[in-house]
């Protein structure tokens, strides 16, 4: 029998610019502009964040994903 999926929080990670609206949605925006910011935020991200949105630069900073969290690159 399949496990009910945990309930979570969602994240965003990239440039203020593009995540900043996300907050008006309930969204915990962690602005970073440079890569190193972005991997110091995805290892900050809180236990409960179960979906994070991630801007084009930011998943390249970041590059290969560990599988434990639902990500989502914006366009």
Do not use: C, F, H, N
Request: hydrophobic share 55%.
């Amino acid at each position: 029998m399949d496990a009910a999926p945990k309930p979570g929080t969602v994240a965003a990670i990239g440039e203020e610019v593009l995540v900043a609206g996300l907050g008006l949605a309930g969204v915990q925006v962690l602005p970073a502009e440079q890569p190193e910011a972005v991997r110091a935020a995805w290892r900050q991200l809180p236990d409960d964040v179960a979906l994070v949105v991630l801007t084009p630069a930011a998943a390249a900073a970041l590059g290969e994903l560990p599988p434990d969290r639902l990500v989502v690159v914006l366009p």
